[in-house]
T-cell receptor
C-alpha cells in the first residue's frame, strides 16, 4: 500500500541553525501539506502546496519557513533559523484530489531545538 | 473565531463497552468534517469525511455522525486494538483545524 515517508525520524539542532525536513508524498497525489504538533497540543496546519506553489498557509508559517518540491518526488520544509519553540513533531501529508480531503499523513519528524 | 473542540479528553472503556466521542465545531462555512485515528508516535490515519448535517459513515466498529454543531464518533463493542487518540478536524474556506483529540483506552 502506498504511503507517505519522512526523513529523518528525529532531528536535533542548535537554536539558530537551519533545518530541512524531507517528505516523499504518495506518487500520484497532487496536494502536499505540512503540519506540526507541539507535545501535548493540537495538530496545526502550516502550509499547503499545489502545482509547485503555496496554495494556503497559516499564521504560523512566517518568513522563517519555506517549502519546496525540488524534484518529482521530494517535498521539503526548511526552517531558516530555528527557535526553541519550533520543537515539535512535523507531519507531511498528501492528497489526490480536492484540497485537504482524504489526506494521508507520514509518520512525522520529531524536531528538537536545543 | 473558528474552533474545533473535542470531549472527553480521555476515555477508558472495558472491552465491549460502547460509547461516543464528541466533536463540537464553531466554524463558518463548514466544507467537511473529518475523523482521524492517531497511534502514539505516528501520523494521523484518515477514517471518515462527513459533508453535511444528517450524514453518517460506518467502518467496522466505528460510526461517525454529523449535525449542524457537532459530530459524534460512536464506538460499538470496542476492542483493545481500538485504543488510540481520535482526532476530528474541520475545513472552512481553505483553513484546516484539528481538535485536541480524545485519548481512548480499551481495557481487556
Amino acid at each position: 500500500e502506498p504511503e507517505v515517508t519522512q526523513t529523518p525520524s528525529h532531528q536535533v539542532t542548535q537554536m539558530g541553525q537551519e533545518v530541512i525536513l524531507r517528505c516523499v508524498p504518495i506518487s500520484n497525489h497532487l496536494y502536499f501539506y505540512w503540519y506540526r504538533q507541539i507535545l501535548g497540543q493540537k495538530v496545526e496546519f502550516l502550509v499547503s502546496f499545489y502545482n509547485n506553489e503555496i496554495s494556503e498557509k497559516s499564521e504560523i508559517f512566517d518568513d522563517q519557513f519555506s517549502v519546496e518540491r525540488p524534484d518529482g518526488s521530494n517535498f521539503t520544509l526548511k526552517i531558516r533559523s530555528t527557535k526553541l519553540e519550533d520543537s515539535a513533531m512535523y507531519f507531511c501529508a498528501s492528497s489526490l484530489g480536492t484540497p485537504f480531503f482524504e489526506q494521508f499523513f507520514g509518520p512525522g519528524t520529531r524536531l528538537t531545538v536545543l | 473565531e473558528d474552533q474545533v473542540t473535542q470531549s472527553p479528553e480521555a476515555l477508558r472503556l472495558q472491552e465491549g463497552e460502547s460509547s461516543s466521542l464528541n466533536c463540537s465545531y464553531t466554524v463558518s462555512g463548514l466544507r467537511g468534517l473529518f475523523w482521524y485515528r492517531q497511534d502514539p508516535g505516528k501520523g494521523p490515519e484518515f477514517l471518515f469525511t462527513l459533508y453535511s448535517a444528517g450524514e453518517e459513515k460506518e467502518k467496522e466498529r466505528l460510526k461517525a455522525t454529523l449535525t449542524k454543531k457537532e459530530s459524534f464518533l460512536h464506538i460499538t463493542a470496542p476492542k483493545p486494538e481500538d485504543s488510540a487518540t481520535y482526532l476530528c478536524a474541520a475545513i472552512t474556506g481553505n483553513q484546516f483545524y484539528f481538535g485536541t483529540g480524545t485519548s481512548l483506552t480499551v481495557i481487556p
